[in-house]
Each structure stands twice: as structure tokens, then as C-alpha cells.
């Protein structure tokens, strides 16, 4: 008995990993589908977050209907979007174009730097060109670049059309749910678990998106206190890339400080610059975005990282942008399930599921 029970739990183990694989392959192979719906409905989240919150304003809720406060905010999300795709547009091209200008002063730093150590070290563009370049088509790379940009109005049409579609198809789902589930306390627990996720995901998409815009504007003030070229470019790169956990804002902050460096060389303006973008990235997000976020995701850093590095290498950066939301969800759902409850409880920061607790204390 006990050698069936092992053979049992090696297929049980197998079959999950070829189905972890599959899962993977699936989600890779079908990106171009799946990636504008899951958009689309973080989209929904967010317009239906924001209209909720604009709801709780006393004269706005007053005299301005629910239709049309959920139209208002489509309208002024899409602007605010076309906006920032017109805006990258415009910025993108003379960023790179500027590169190898800058690029050349900061060589003649480095090889300062260097010779005070008697160091022989030399960082030109011919020498970047060569060892990078001569595998990759750099005006082809602009080009492709630009027409991304461009094709991504089409593309955020799309989004919004399926955001618009999860929001109308939203009054018919009690319906669906009771044909589906006759039971009253199976409809119970479904309703729970949707409530639980959409609360989770509403949240989290909303506030970060709010910690992301006052640290673009920090940002951006401080490359206009120092006066670094393409400050707004940098500050929207740096508010894009926060939604990437632990990492991406420290990407992002390497860009304007390569560019500070080559413009101003080594010296107090470069310092100070850092201690300022270190203070805010400190000041946001390790001081004001974990009060505002409480333990809504309550996942592991090991789980985070993880997640990011599998996410990534699926959707790329969408998969970077999203990890922390698409992990979240799956464990909760996992946490309804007695045969997966031990996996969601390790994905956890502390081992607690504290919904559980309190759909138990409610039934």
C-alpha cells in the first residue's frame, strides 16, 4: 500500500510540473490574446476605483450620476493614456539619439577616474558600437521602437474596449452565478472569493497607481531643481517602472543618472542628485506605500522575486508590471482549496491567510 501511495504522489508531483509547463507554454504562446484582456480588466479595476473614490466627494456624488461619473473617468483615463503614449512618442526618439553624445562625455570621466588609479580604461561609442552594436541594427531598433509606440494607441483602444466590456458585462454576473451555482452557501463562498479578489486587486492597482504618480512628480521636480535634459521623460520612466516590485524603480533611476554623469561629470550636482532620487524612492516607496497598502498582497519577497523573474520571462515587461497582481490572485484562489491551501500558505509573508479567518468567523 504504502509503494502505491509513493508511486501516487510522484505522478500527483509529475503531472504538476508537466502541467506547470503546459500552463507556461499556454500563457507564452497566447500573449497577444490574453495579455489586452488581463489589461483590460485591471483597467476596469482602476476606472472602477477611481469612480468609487470620486463617489465619496459630497457634492460630486450629489448631483453627478453613477453612468455618468464611471464615463467621466473612461474619458479622462483615455486621455490621460493617449496622453503619455503621444508623450513617449515625441521623447523617445531624441533620448536615444542623444545617447551617444552623452555617452562620449561620460567616457572621458571614466577614463579620468581611471587614471587617477593608473588604470588604462577607455569607454568611447565606437567601442559600445563594437561589442553591442555589431549584432544589433541600432536605427532598425529606433525604428521598431517608434512604431510600438505609435501601434500602441491601437493597442490601448483595444484595452479600453475590453475594460468597458468587463464593466457592462459586470450587472450580468449574479445572474450567471446563480445559474451556475444553485446552492445559497455555494453562491456564498463563490461571492466571497470574487468580492476578496476584486477587493485585493482594486486596491492594490489603485493605490499603486496613485504611489506611482507622486513619485513621477517627486522625480520630476528634483531633475528640474538640477537641470537634467528630458526630466519629464525620466520622472514618466520612473513612475512606469515602479509597478516593477523592489527593482524597477532603481532601473529606472539608472538612466538620468548615466545621462547626469555624462553631462555634469563626477561631481557635488551627481551626488546630491542621488542622495535626492534615494530619498524619494526611501521616502515612498519604504515609508509611505507600505501604510497605504497594509498587507494587501501579504506575499513572500521570495515569492515576489520569483514571481517577477517567471512573470517576465512570459509576458516580458507586461509580465514585470503585473507579477505582484496575477501571484496574488492565484493565491487566493488557491486558498479555497483544502488540496492547495498548504501551496497558498507558503507563497504567504507570515504564514497567515487572514480572509479565511474571517469568512470562517462569518459562517
Do not use: H
Amino acid at each position: 500500500m504504502s509503494q502505491i501511495n509513493a508511486s501516487l504522489r510522484v505522478a500527483s508531483v509529475s503531472l504538476a510540473i508537466l502541467a506547470a509547463i503546459a500552463t507556461g507554454w499556454f500563457l507564452n504562446a497566447a500573449q497577444a490574446i490574453l495579455v489586452p484582456i488581463v489589461l483590460g480588466a485591471l483597467l476596469a479595476f482602476l476606472m472602477d476605483g477611481i469612480s468609487r473614490s470620486m463617489g465619496r466627494i459630497p457634492l460630486y456624488a450629489k448631483y453627478v450620476p453613477d453612468w455618468l461619473r464611471m464615463m467621466l473617468t473612461t474619458v479622462v483615463l483615455f486621455v490621460v493614456l493617449a496622453g503619455l503614449i503621444s508623450f513617449f512618442a515625441r521623447n523617445l526618439d531624441p533620448v536615444v539619439r542623444a545617447m551617444p553624445d552623452y555617452l562620449q562625455r561620460l567616457s572621458q570621466t571614466t577614463s579620468d577616474v581611471a587614471a587617477r588609479f593608473d588604470v588604462e580604461f577607455e569607454l568611447t561609442w565606437q567601442s559600445v558600437d563594437r561589442l553591442v552594436f555589431d549584432n544589433i541594427d541600432i536605427q532598425s531598433l529606433i525604428r521598431m521602437t517608434v512604431n510600438s509606440v505609435s501601434y500602441s494607441a491601437g493597442y490601448l483602444a483595444l484595452v479600453f474596449l475590453y475594460a468597458i466590456l468587463f464593466l457592462i458585462e459586470r450587472d450580468s454576473i449574479p445572474k450567471k452565478v446563480a445559474a451556475i451555482v444553485p446552492d445559497d452557501r455555494s453562491q456564498s463562498n463563490v461571492w466571497q472569493t470574487i468580492d476578496l479578489i476584486t477587493a485585493q486587486i482594486g486596491t492594490y492597482f489603485t493605490t499603486k497607481t496613485l504611489i506611482n504618480v507622486v513619485l513621477g512628480v517627486l522625480c520630476w521636480v528634483i531633475f528640474l531643481f538640477f537641470g537634467l535634459e528630458f526630466a519629464a521623460f525620466f520622472a514618466v520612466t520612473t513612475a512606469i517602472f515602479n509597478y516593477i516590485p523592489y527593482v524597477g524603480s532603481w532601473i529606472a533611476m539608472a538612466l538620468p543618472m548615466l545621462f547626469a554623469v555624462g553631462d555634469w561629470g563626477l561631481n557635488m550636482d551627481v551626488a546630491l542628485l542621488f542622495t535626492a532620487l534615494c530619498g524619494a524612492q526611501f521616502g515612498v516607496g519604504y515609508f509611505w506605500e507600505p501604510r497605504l497598502m497594509g498587507r494587501s498582497m501579504n506575499l513572500s519577497p521570495v515569492i515576489v522575486m520569483v514571481s517577477l523573474a517567471s512573470w517576465t520571462a512570459v509576458w516580458g515587461l507586461i509580465g514585470a508590471i503585473l507579477s505582484v497582481i496575477l501571484t496574488s490572485g492565484i493565491m487566493t484562489i488557491m486558498s479555497f482549496f483544502q488540496a492547495t491551501r498548504p501551496l497558498a500558505i507558503l507563497l504567504t509573508n507570515d504564514g497567515e491567510i487572514p480572509w479565511l479567518d474571517d469568512m470562517e468567523g462569518e459562517s
